[in-house]
Nanobody
Framework: QVQLVESGGGLVQAGGSLRLSCVVS????????MGWFRQAPGKEREFVAG????????DYSDSVKGRFTISRDNAKNTVYLQMNSLKPEDTADYYC?????????????????WGQGTQVTVSS
């Protein structure tokens, strides 16, 4: 059984930083492309960042580009999301997602596995 467990969320002031972690178990992590999504109250879940497994290629939504960094540590079965210069509009539940495809996708339906989410609140 594949499990994804996120951690690292919390309350932070605008301009601050947080690092989210997602530990994967039950599957060979090094052959999974990973993504981070977020969902704010009343809004749809949206793509934030993705990382491929074969080349560690990354991509970001325009709203976080230059502020967030996705990375992975295959030895620890963990994907990270470093979030800097946080804004109140970054407030949301953040979810990591995994797929057996080589490359990430921005589509929610492209992922087979999801974590339970971790809450991020940015105060102004």
């Amino acid at each position: 059984q594949v499990q994804l467990v996120e951690s690292g969320g919390g309350l932070v002031q605008a301009g601050g930083s947080l690092r989210l972690s997602c530990v994967v178990s039950g599957r060979t992590f090094s052959s999974m492309a990973m993504g981070w999504f977020r969902q704010a109250p009343g809004k749809e879940r949206e793509f934030v960042a993705g990382i491929s497994w074969i080349s560690s290629r990354t991509d970001y939504s325009d709203s976080v580009k230059g502020r967030f960094t996705i990375s992975r540590d295959n030895a620890k079965n963990t994907v990270y999301l470093q979030m800097n210069s946080l804004k109140p509009e970054d407030t949301a539940d953040y979810y990591c997602a995994g797929t057996s495809a080589q490359r990430y996708t921005i589509r929610r339906t492209g992922y087979d596995y999801w974590g339970q989410g971790t809450q991020v609140t940015v105060s102004s």
